[in-house]
């Protein structure tokens, strides 16, 4: 099951996700596919409606017999999975960058965590553009304390924040937050930007309207791939800055093959980004723990996906226990192409961190699980 926002506020970013898994999914079947048998895909609209997804996942699943769900894009949409793949005791794979704070083992997670986008998008600007912080989300209250936590400890400032909610997303709907921020920093700044789909739209063209230069108000955004900057307008996002785990520009043999196959599968004029790839990976992830299980029963699958490691666009990633994936992380300038100049990249791959404060692993704690009763508890190794 293929399970994205086709229609409404996430489309921008989340339609092109069910390419990336289409594409996998024919890599896979051109090798003869899984255990004998061809993979079909079952492609379903969430909507950008968290109820939606929900019914969704159960017709993907009670209907069209989905053995699998790669799906959702934001937190509410993954919530609103979780409870029918726990019930119909199914996995999710999901690509989305979002602010940790969750394990399930029913779920595993494809895109960065804070410590991986976040912490390094904020100690770069810190250490290269500034100090002083105008937080803005789409009600992302936990990435906001996250940064505040960065910036108390590295001697920065919050000079104020905001919230859009998912109602807004008119034009005229941020010359509030473009008031508070002329108002926060009067002599310019560096926003941090966490807004989801259209909002980020109404953002950047509310910027340009209110003439906050890029030479004044340097915008970091942790939600802003090249899918969006492509179909929003690159010169928007012109001299802006943003953190991933990868990016289209990345100058590798095996990067340069993938991004040349995507464009001759999907047209030309299309990018791929760190969702994208996300995408694509975790289809291949999933694939070789099947063939490593010998099965698709859930519990043997899952036991089969820790330790997979995949030669990704982005490099060498692998699973961890934590059902959260090891690579490495990147921030990158925009440029008037649409593409990033990637200003740094971490010494070595970062081992996701889902929990702001998690205990060490030597202290003998993975993940923080949840039964099917709702009650948290910790496992270590030997459960797992």
């Known amino acids: 099951g293929l399970l994205h926002s086709l229609s409404g506020a996430l489309a921008v970013t989340e339609s092109a996700l069910v390419d990336a898994e289409r ?34 996942t159960e017709k993907l699943i009670s209907q069209h017999g989905a ?15 979780l409870p029918v793949v ?9 690509p989305g960058a979002y602010e940790g704070q969750e394990c399930s083992k029913h779920i595993f997670y494809a ?31 936990t990435i906001h304390s996250i940064v505040k936590e960065v910036l108390q400890e590295k001697g920065g400032k919050v000079a104020g924040e905001a919230f859009v909610p998912w109602t807004q997303g008119a034009i005229s709907d941020m010359q509030p937050v473009i008031d508070d921020i002329k108002q926060a920093l009067p002599d310019g700044g560096i926003i941090f930007n966490s807004l989801l789909g259209d909002h980020n739209q109404a953002f950047f063209q509310a910027v340009q309207r209110a003439g906050l230069s890029a030479n004044r108000y ?18 928007f996002f012109h001299n802006h800055y943003a953190a991933w785990r990868y990016f289209q520009t990345l100058e590798t043999p095996e990067n340069k ?21 996300s995408a694509y990976a975790m289809v291949h992830l999933w694939a070789q723990a099947v063939e490593r299980a010998g099965t698709i029963d859930t519990m043997q699958v899952r036991e089969a996906t820790y330790g997979q490691t995949f030669q990704a666009p982005s490099g060498t990633i692998k699973v ?23 200003l740094w990249t971490s010494p070595e791959p970062i081992a996701a961190s889902p929990w702001s404060q998690e205990l060490d692993s030597d202290q003998g704690y993975l993940c923080d699980w949840q039964n099917d009763k709702g009650e948290r508890y910790k496992v270590d190794a030997t459960d797992v």
């Open 23 to 56: 594409l996998a999914i024919e890599e896979i079947n051109a090798k003869g596919g899984l255990l004998g048998k061809p993979l079909v895909p079952v492609v379903e609209d969430g909507a950008s409606d968290w109820p939606t997804f929900a019914e969704k």
């Open 67 to 81: 053995d699998i769900i790669f799906g959702g894009f934001t937190t509410a949409s993954r919530k609103a999975i």
């Open 86 to 94: 726990i019930a119909k005791n199914k996995l999710l794979w999901y």
């Open 111 to 141: 895109g960065p965590t804070p410590n991986q986008q976040v912490k390094p998008a904020v100690n770069w600007m810190l250490g290269n553009r500034g100090k002083s912080f105008f937080l803005l989300s789409s009600d992302g209250r």
């Open 218 to 235: 340097l915008i970091m955004s942790v939600r802003v791939s090249e899918e969006e900057i492509a179909r929003i307008g690159k010169h």
């Open 257 to 277: 093959a993938w991004v040349e196959t995507f464009k001759s599968r999907f047209g030309i004029d299309r990018v791929v980004s760190d969702p994208i790839e």
């Open 320 to 342: 961890q226990s934590n059902h959260h994936l090891t690579k490495p992380a990147h921030v990158g300038k925009i440029h008037d192409n649409g593409q990033f100049e990637i």
